[in-house]
């Protein structure tokens, strides 16, 4: 029975004439009862679901801020190895390029006075001596062609 209905025969009196109508009041206002407990009962869940799902959301998001944190975290460490591997690559290069100059710069040198000295041997030898007197050099140079 609906509360409508049952407001009208309260209105009315029907249900106080004898004894089967209050059995009838009776069950309807259990019925009206157990109505307004069901309604309470699914507000009361209704608001409980409500929560969960706002706690729900709050947990989520936060698991999705605590996620990126740790993402940018091992991509900052990542970056800081990486950096450390191309500085370390660098100094090696570096060194393997001037220990290469410096050996070419070695064998130029030698090279080089491996041609004076040939070239002293082949053209010949220019032996001389110098002296200053008062107003004029006297120079007396001797080479010698082998």
């Not at 706690?55 to 991509?75: D, F, G, N, P, V």
């Amino acid at each position: 029975m609906d509360t409508q209905n049952v407001s009208k025969a309260l209105a009315v009196g029907t249900y106080l004439t004898g004894n089967e109508p209050c059995l009838n009041l009776e069950k309807t206002a259990i019925k009206i009862q157990s109505w307004w407990r069901g309604n309470m009962v699914r507000r009361t869940l209704l608001q409980a679901a409500l929560r969960a799902w706002v706690i729900q959301c709050w947990w989520r998001s936060m698991q999705a801020k605590m996620l990126e944190q740790r993402r940018r975290l091992a991509l900052r460490l990542y970056t800081c190895q990486e950096w450390a591997v191309v500085k370390v690559q660098a100094q090696v290069r570096m060194w393997q390029a001037r220990r290469r100059f410096l050996q070419a710069r070695q064998a130029a040198c030698i090279i080089q006075s491996h041609w004076r000295w040939h070239a002293s041997q082949t053209r010949g030898l220019i032996r001389g001596h110098y002296e200053v007197r008062a107003s004029r050099l006297e120079l007396d140079i001797e080479i010698l062609m082998t």
